[in-house]
């Protein structure tokens, strides 16, 4: 049971280079979702989905595109990547409907947009 | 729309002694949930305690608790007897009807041994 996985690790792009951060998780949980943290602001809603086909935008989601074609995988794609989006990203997991229930988290991708 | 403040942004304690860190949120909701989360160096996010809005009785994880005092709106974590590895950020986060987790700025905690 490998929880959320997250690959790469690290990645540096330059503007206006495109590329997809890949997060699948092995739990059968209904909900993902995707967070950039960012020094002094938390951790934000980018996009998040409660099923395969259905997604929905978070707080911060201009930049980012989303899709969900199965249970297990949730790729965020950076169409036209930006300096502001230097960032470190995590995809998180959890059961929908038990709100009292943790989400799980990845280990993390730490973007550099020069 | 709903809100999570943490006002302290670093804290500090020595080693063996008790710390507590701060959360306030603004809501208008009634039924929700709240979570401390706690980073490490290594960026994995690691729950550390939950409370739910409708349960009078304060949480409490070992060495971690929280005062949960909902008419205040606030939501305050206690470490006791700190050790080396509880140096991290710590984010208060708030879920409610909408299955989203809305997380405060964080504080960062250093131990001093």
């Known amino acids: 049971n490998a929880g959320v996985t997250q690959t790469p690790k690290f990645q540096v792009l330059k503007t206006g280079q495109s590329m997809t951060l890949q997060c699948a998780q092995d739990?059968?949980?209904?909900?993902m979702s995707w967070y950039r943290q960012d020094p002094g602001m938390g951790l934000r809603l980018i996009h998040y989905s409660v099923g395969a086909g259905i997604t929905d935008q978070g707080e911060v989601p201009n930049g980012y595109n989303v899709s969900r074609s199965t249970t297990e995988d949730f790729p965020l794609r950076l169409l036209s990547a930006a300096p502001s989006q230097t960032s470190v990203y995590f995809c998180?997991?959890?059961?929908?409907?038990?709100?009292?229930?943790?989400?799980?988290f990845g280990p993390g991708t730490r973007l550099t947009v020069l | 729309a709903q809100t999570v403040t943490q006002s302290q942004p670093e804290m500090s304690v020595q080693e063996a002694e008790t710390v507590t860190l701060s959360c306030t949120y603004d809501?208008?909701?009634?039924?929700?949930?709240l979570f401390w989360y706690k980073q490490p160096p290594s960026r994995q996010m690691i729950l550390v305690i939950r409370q739910e809005a409708y349960k009078q009785q304060n949480a409490t994880e070992n060495r971690f608790s929280v005062n949960f005092q909902k008419a205040a709106k606030s939501f305050s974590l206690k470490i006791s007897d700190s050790q080396l590895g509880d140096a991290a950020m710590y984010f208060c986060?708030?879920?409610?009807?909408?299955?989203?987790?809305?997380f405060g700025t964080g504080t960062r905690l250093t131990i001093i041994p």
């Open positions: 998180a997991s959890r059961r929908l409907g038990d709100r009292s229930d943790t989400q799980y």
């Open positions: 809501t208008s909701e009634s039924d929700y949930y």
């Open positions: 739990m059968n949980h209904e909900y």
């Open positions: 986060a708030y879920n409610f009807g909408n299955e989203k987790l809305t």
